[in-house]
């Protein structure tokens, strides 16, 4: 795989996500005891980003979707992205003071 190219993956965490993610990718897809990068072994579906950002979307108006998502990068380690997908705050104003006018 070339250096950047992302592979996706999705990590069903109920069944109904499961039977969802299923019908949205091919059946040779879902890879069992796969290795991460944090040593943990877990079933995975692989997925392209376009799977992915519906899921995501879809995750708001479907309250029974509940799922991990992962990638790697090239030949790297499969590691958990879900710092990729939070809502970033807005930054609070700050309001800078005058200084007081000395008389």
């Known amino acids: 795989m070339a250096e950047g190219h992302y592979v996706w993956f999705i990590e069903p965490l109920n069944s ?10 091919d059946a040779e897809d879902f890879l069992r005891g796969i290795l991460c990068g944090d ?4 079933n995975f579906w692989r997925c392209s980003f376009e799977v992915v950002s519906c899921l995501r979307k879809s995750r708001g108006t479907d ?19 879900i710092r990729w997908f939070k809502r970033k705050r807005p930054k609070m ?5 005058k200084p007081k006018a000395t008389a």
Do not use: P, W
């Open 39 to 42: 040593g943990k072994s877990r």
């Open 63 to 81: 309250h029974n979707l509940d799922f991990n998502v992962f990638n790697k990068c090239g030949d790297g380690k499969i590691r958990d992205c």
């Open 16 to 25: 109904y996500t499961n039977e969802v993610i299923s019908r949205m990718t």
């Open 93 to 97: 104003a700050v309001l800078k003071q």
